[in-house]
């Protein structure tokens, strides 16, 4: 079961579909596709990475904070209305899962470093 929003979060970024099959599959995705589908906003190679960190860190710290705090809940208030609603319904799902049988076989299946046998109960 997602955490922290991310059923509302992450289908607002790459779309319904994609977010179902990521959820529905625990599908793993590479960084250059996490790029493409909006998931990220910098893709950077290694051994650039701590310069290109300090010029975004620079560019920001040095910016105008007040304006940022604004534009931050602009911004969350015009895409996160939906948030409380679905983190809601996530932490419901999570206290019913946790006490299925099948949350105790995928929990001793990761113990165990094998494949889950989920039974459906």
Do not use: C, N
């Amino acid at each position: 079961m997602p955490d922290g929003g991310a059923t509302a979060l992450l289908g607002a970024a790459i779309g319904r579909p994609r977010a179902a099959r990521m959820a529905l599959t625990a599908e793993k995705v590479p960084a250059a596709t996490a790029f493409d589908w909006g998931m990220i906003s910098h893709q950077v190679e290694d051994a650039s990475y701590d310069t290109e960190l300090a010029e975004l860190l620079h560019a920001v710290t040095d910016g105008p904070t007040q304006s940022y705090r604004w534009i931050k809940k602009a911004l969350a208030a015009a895409t996160l209305g939906e948030l409380a609603p679905v983190q809601a319904i996530e932490a419901d799902g999570q206290r019913v899962l946790i006490g299925t049988d099948d949350f105790r076989e995928g929990a001793r299946a990761f113990r165990e470093r094998r494949r889950p046998d989920f039974q459906g109960r």
